[in-house]
T-cell receptor, first 110, second 118 residues
Framework: AQSVTQLGSHVSVSEGALVLLRCNYSSSVPPYLFWYVQYPNQGLQLLLKYTTGATLVKGINGFEAEFKKSETSFHLTKPSAHMSDAAEYFCAVSYNDMRFGAGTRLTVKP | EAGVAQSPRYKIIEKRQSVAFWCNPISGHATLYWYQQILGQGPKLLIQFQNNGVVDDSQLPKDRFSAERLKGVDSTLKIQPAKLEDSAVYLC????????????????FGSGTRLTVV
């Protein structure tokens, strides 16, 4: 069975500050991990994914995530937050289907 | 490339009424998924199709929910009768094929249908 836990349902940062959204996974098989972003009244857009290979994955809009097997984590980071980053972020794990975390709402203060 | 199309965007119905949602996946995508996203929660998989066959419907409340994908292209999700707790966004997604371990295709999501049951 696979699952993800997102720590913190709401994260607030100032514009220009570091963004860190936490995700821990549980999987009995090699995990394939994803981060999606959802803007209001829109569907989910893929930010980045880890399947195999390099553990530091770069995605769109300046986001990146690092797969740490020893910590069962796949945290999402961005060095400098922008107002347009305000959205809901979902971590997901996939092997034969896709399982999502509960989401983290990111607020960016001017 | 056209995205995943869903309609309607919004629907308000009274409890015990029926409702249907439509999804048109990306052309050539064999796999289609329906997710339910309740406010404040992550999407939950309801049903997964490969072409016109059901791969996984273990989380579909079959007493009131049904889905079909005739001809392996468009899909319809129906709720009959609706309950208050069915209020949610219903997301459709498609991918080239079934994810099987290392062979993992990306999912493309539609914008969803927001259902309000009053």
């Amino acid at each position: 069975a696979q699952s993800v836990t997102q720590l913190g349902s709401h994260v607030s940062v100032s514009e220009g500050a570091l963004v860190l959204l936490r995700c821990n996974y549980s999987s009995s098989v090699p995990p394939y991990l994803f981060w999606y972003v959802q803007y209001p009244n829109q569907g989910l857009q893929l930010l980045l994914k880890y399947t195999t290979g390099a553990t530091l994955v770069k995605g769109i809009n300046g986001f990146e995530a690092e797969f740490k097997k020893s910590e069962t984590s796949f945290h999402l980071t961005k060095p400098s937050a922008h107002m347009s980053d305000a959205a809901e972020y979902f971590c997901a794990v996939s092997y034969n289907d896709m399982r999502f975390g509960a989401g983290t709402r990111l607020t960016v203060k001017p | 490339e056209a995205g995943v199309a869903q309609s309607p965007r919004y629907k308000i119905i009274e409890k015990r009424q029926s409702v249907a949602f439509w999804c048109n996946p990306i052309s050539g995508h064999a796999t289609l998924y329906w997710y339910q996203q309740i406010l404040g929660q992550g999407p939950k998989l309801l049903i997964q199709f490969q072409n016109n066959g059901v791969v996984d419907d273990s989380q579909l409340p079959k007493d009131r929910f049904s889905a079909e994908r005739l001809k392996g292209v468009d899909s319809t999700l129906k709720i009959q009768p609706a309950k208050l707790e069915d209020s949610a966004v219903y997301l459709c997604a498609s991918s080239l094929g079934l994810p099987t371990g290392a062979l993992n295709y990306g999912y493309t999501f539609g914008s969803g249908t927001r259902l309000t049951v009053v």
